[in-house]
């Protein structure tokens, strides 16, 4: 292999694994296993910057310079050995995005849910107690009721 197919495969591989830690991830976003997201998240990024690496030498290794103008996807999309690969790589990468997006969806309603839990506990808490030492309700709540007699 020369160093563009090289770079190309280390790009997939790379993808791949950084998919299908994204997949895991949404399944412990879903399942609300929480435990599982820190392990997953370090491998996830981990991949992450094993792909950006690897996109950087598949640069490197095509000879572009984005400063020019020069466009990975046309170099690669003129070359008929190359172009399956790229396709893949190409898809690869679409689909890490929308994994990606489903899993920020997640991320937002279980940060909503929590904001919602944590301003009742807090509101909760600021009230106060509810009834005193005596039985009789206090802070705001005073109907002359006890708890012996509602």
Known sequence: MNP???ALDEL???LIEFVSLL???ARALQEA???DLATVVAEKNH????????WNRLVVACGIDPGKGDSLDATLSANPALQAGWHAIRQLAEQ??????GNNTLIEAQ??????ALDVLQSAANRGTLY??????VDGFQSGHTLDKA
Request: proline share 0%; hydrophobic share 30%; aromatic share 2%.
């Open 23 to 25: 997949e895991l991830e």
């Open 96 to 101: 890490a995005e929308r994994l990606n997006q």
């Open 111 to 116: 940060l909503q849910r929590t904001r919602q």
């Open 132 to 137: 005193g030492a005596n039985g009789r309700m």
């Open 12 to 14: 997939r591989q790379a």
């Open 47 to 54: 991949w992450s910057e094993t792909a950006n690496m690897a």
């Open 4 to 6: 563009v197919e090289n």
């Open 33 to 35: 296993r929480t435990e």
